[in-house]
C-alpha cells in the first residue's frame, strides 16, 4: 500500500512538472522565442562593430560569467576560497598527507587510472584555455582537474600524494597564485588610471563608452578576448588546487588527524 | 515525434528511478551508486537542453567529487543507515 501511495504521488508530481513547463507554459514556450535578454547577449558576445559593448569572446556564457557579470563571479570565487580556508582551519596543523599502509586497488584498476590520469590533465587544461571559445572555463576545468585527487586517493592510497610532489602547502601555495592572478587582471585596470590619469573601470576588458583602455584581444590572429583567457586560467589554479585541498584533507585517516589536532592542544 | 523530447523523457525516467533508488535504499554506499547514476542521467538531459558549459562541470562535480566527499564520509561512519 505505501509502495502505490509512492509511486502514485511521484507520477502526479512528474505529470503536474511536466505539464506546468509545457503546455501550459510556465517557463515559456521552449525554443520557440528568444527572450529579450537573450537576444541582446546573443548580439553583444561577440561583435566587432560595436566596440563599447561587445565581451569579444563567441563564447556567449564565458562573457557573461567573467565580464557581462564579472563581479559575481569574483564574488562567488571569494565565497570557494571562504570554503577552503575553512576546511584548512578545521584540520589546522597537519601538514603532511599520508598515512596507513594502504597500497591502493588492484594492478589492473592502478594502469588504466595512469592512463587517465594525462587525458585528465590535457582536457583540463584545454577546458581552460579555450573557455572563451567553446563550452567551458576556468570552474569546469578546475574541477575536472580535481577528479585527479580522488582517484590517486582511492586508487594509489592516500601516500600516493607525496609521491608525485603534491602536498597540502604547494597545494595551498598554487591555488593562492591563481587568486593573486585573479586579483591583478582585476585592479590592472584601475592601476592603469591611476598612473594615466585615464578613465579605467575595475574588471574591465574592453573599451568602454568612456575609457579607451582594453586588454589584448588577440596574439598573433588568435583570440583571447581580453580578460576572459586570464580570469578563466587563474580560476582554473585557484580552484583545482582548492579541491585538491579539500580531498587531500578528507582522505586522511581520523587517528592521524586526531594526533596533531591533540598534540597542538597539548602545546607541542 | 521529435527525438531530442523522446530521449529527454527516457534520461529524465531514469533519473527519477535511481533517484528513488537513492532516497529508499538503505546501504549508503549503494545509495551513493545510485545518485551518481541518477547524476550521469541529468547530465545527458543538460546537454540536451543546450547547457554544454553545466554539463562540464557538472560531470565531474556529481559523478566524481561529489560520490567521493560522501564515499570518504560514509567511510568515517557506518555503511548501513539506521543502525
Do not use: E, M, N, R
Given at each position: 500500500m505505501r509502495r502505490v501511495i509512492v509511486a502514485v504521488s511521484i507520477a502526479a508530481?512528474?505529470?503536474?512538472?511536466?505539464?506546468?513547463?509545457?503546455?501550459?507554459?510556465?517557463l515559456g514556450y521552449l525554443g520557440l522565442e528568444t527572450r529579450t535578454l537573450a537576444r541582446m547577449f546573443l548580439a553583444l558576445t561577440y561583435n566587432p562593430d560595436l566596440r563599447e559593448l561587445t565581451a569579444m569572446s563567441p563564447e556567449a556564457v564565458t562573457a557573461i560569467v567573467w565580464d557581462f557579470r564579472g563581479v559575481d563571479t569574483l564574488y562567488e570565487t571569494v565565497v570557494f576560497y571562504m570554503a577552503i580556508i575553512a576546511a584548512l582551519a578545521i584540520y589546522r596543523g597537519v601538514s603532511r598527507v599520508s598515512g596507513g599502509g594502504g597500497v591502493g586497488l588492484s594492478l589492473i584498476v592502478r594502469v588504466v587510472t595512469k592512463l587517465l590520469i594525462p587525458m585528465n590533465i590535457a582536457i583540463a587544461v584545454s577546458i581552460a584555455v579555450h573557455g572563451h571559445?567553446?563550452?567551458?572555463?576556468?570552474f569546469q576545468a578546475g574541477a575536472t582537474l580535481a577528479v585527479i585527487s580522488v582517484l590517486l586517493a582511492v586508487v594509489y592510497s592516500v601516500n600516493s600524494f607525496s609521491r608525485v610532489g603534491v602536498d597540502i602547502s604547494k597545494a595551498v601555495a598554487l591555488r593562492s597564485a591563481g587568486l593573486i592572478a585573479i586579483a591583478i587582471v582585476v585592479f590592472t585596470p584601475l592601476i592603469y588610471s591611476a598612473l594615466t590619469g585615464a578613465q579605467a573601470y575595475l574588471m574591465q576588458s574592453y573599451v568602454k563608452v568612456d575609457s579607451g583602455f582594453y586588454f589584448p584581444v588577440d596574439v598573433f590572429g588568435q583570440l583571447i578576448s581580453g580578460t576572459l583567457i586570464w580570469l578563466n586560467t587563474a580560476e582554473f589554479l585557484a580552484v583545482s588546487f582548492g579541491f585538491f585541498i579539500v580531498f587531500m584533507l578528507l582522505s586522511l585517516r581520523e587517528e592521524i588527524v586526531k594526533q596533531s589536532l591533540l598534540g597542538e592542544g597539548r602545546g607541542s | 515525434m521529435d527525438v531530442t523530447l523522446l530521449l529527454l523523457a527516457l534520461f529524465s525516467t531514469v533519473g527519477l528511478v535511481f533517484t528513488y533508488l537513492a532516497v529508499t535504499e538503505r546501504d549508503l554506499v549503494r545509495a551513493i551508486i545510485y545518485s551518481a547514476v541518477q547524476s550521469s542521467a541529468y547530465a545527458v538531459l543538460l546537454y540536451l537542453l543546450r547547457a554544454p558549459d553545466i554539463v562540464l562541470v557538472y560531470i565531474p562535480v556529481s559523478v566524481g567529487l561529489y560520490p567521493a566527499a560522501l564515499l570518504f564520509l560514509v567511510g568515517k561512519t557506518e555503511k548501513v543507515d539506521g543502525e
Open positions: 508530481s512528474v505529470a503536474l512538472l511536466a505539464y506546468t513547463t509545457t503546455v501550459a507554459g510556465a571559445l567553446t563550452p567551458g572555463g576556468g | -
